[in-house]
Antibody, heavy 124, light 107 residues
Framework: QVQLQESGPGLVNPSQTLSLTCTVS??????????WSWIRQPAGKGLEWIGR???????NYNPALGSRVTISIDTSKNRFSLKLTSVTAADTAVYFC????????????????WGQGTLVTVSS | DIQMTQSPSSLSASVGDRVTITCRAS??????LNWYQQKPGKAPKLLIF???SLQGGVTSRFSGSGSGTDFTLTISSLQPEDFATYYC?????????FGGGTKVEIK
C-alpha cells in the first residue's frame, strides 16, 4: 500500500524559505490518476489546502498564499516538494502531504492516503 | 472560493448515540464532497468520498448523504473510537476547501 512521509527542517527563520519533501513508497508517483497535494494545519485550527502537482509537473495553488508557493515533483526519486517563501509566524503549522486521487467515473478527487505530518515552526 | 460551513462545531454524545454532522457549501458542489476523521496528533483519515461512498476498510457505522449545497455525515451508533474531529471538504473546484471541523466529545 502507498505510504507518504514528510521530511524537512522543523524550524525556519522569519522571511526565509520553508522547504519540505514528501517521499512516496509502495507505489509509483507517476502511476494512475493522482495529484499530489500539500495541506497544512495550524495548532488547534482547521485544514488549509496549499496546492498540488501532477506527475507531468502541472500545478494548482491556493491563491490565498499568493506567489509564495512552489510545488515540484521528482519522478525519478518518487517524491514531491513544497517551497514557501517569505515565511512569517502565521505559517507555523503541521504540514501534511497527501495523494489526491482522481476518479474519472465520478469526476472528483479525494485525499487518501496522508503522510503523518511534520511540524514547522517559524521563529528566530 | 467555495466556503464550507460545518455544524455544530462541537458536540457531546454518549456511546451508542446516533450522531449527525452537517456541512453546507456556499454554492452548488453537486456530490463533490468528502468527509475525514482526525484524532489528536494524527493525520486525517478518509471516511466518505463523493458524498456517500464509504471508503474501503471504514466501518459501515459511518454514512454520508446529500448533494448540491447540503450534506450530512451520520454515525449510526457512536463507539469509543469515534471520538474525534470530523471535517468535510469540497472537491468541486480549486482551491480545495475544508469545513471548520466538528469535534465529537464524550458526554
Amino acid at each position: 500500500q502507498v505510504q507518504l512521509q514528510e521530511s524537512g527542517p522543523g524550524l525556519v527563520n522569519p522571511s526565509q524559505t520553508l522547504s519540505l519533501t514528501c517521499t512516496v513508497s509502495g507505489g509509483s508517483i507517476r502511476s494512475g490518476f493522482y495529484y499530489w497535494s500539500w495541506i497544512r494545519q495550524p495548532a488547534g485550527k482547521g485544514l488549509e489546502w496549499i496546492g498540488r502537482v501532477y506527475s507531468s509537473g502541472s500545478t494548482n495553488y491556493n491563491p490565498a498564499l499568493g506567489s509564495r508557493v512552489t510545488i515540484s515533483i521528482d519522478t525519478s526519486k518518487n517524491r514531491f516538494s513544497l517551497k514557501l517563501t517569505s515565511v512569517t509566524a502565521a505559517d507555523t503549522a503541521v504540514y501534511f502531504c497527501a495523494r489526491d486521487q482522481w476518479d474519472t467515473v465520478r469526476a472528483t478527487t479525494w485525499f487518501d492516503p496522508w503522510g503523518q505530518g511534520t511540524l514547522v515552526t517559524v521563529s528566530s | 472560493d467555495i466556503q464550507m460551513t460545518q455544524s455544530p462545531s462541537s458536540l457531546s454524545a454518549s456511546v451508542g448515540d446516533r450522531v449527525t454532522i452537517t456541512c453546507r457549501a456556499s454554492q452548488n458542489i453537486n456530490s463533490y464532497l468528502n468527509w475525514y476523521q482526525q484524532k489528536p496528533g494524527k493525520a486525517p483519515k478518509l471516511l466518505i468520498f463523493a458524498a456517500s461512498s464509504l471508503q474501503g476498510g471504514v466501518t459501515s457505522r459511518f454514512s454520508g448523504s446529500g448533494s448540491g449545497t447540503d450534506f450530512t455525515l451520520t454515525i449510526s451508533s457512536l463507539q469509543p473510537e469515534d471520538f474525534a474531529t470530523y471535517y468535510c471538504q469540497q472537491s468541486y473546484n480549486t482551491p480545495l476547501t475544508f469545513g471548520g471541523g466538528t469535534k465529537v466529545e464524550i458526554k
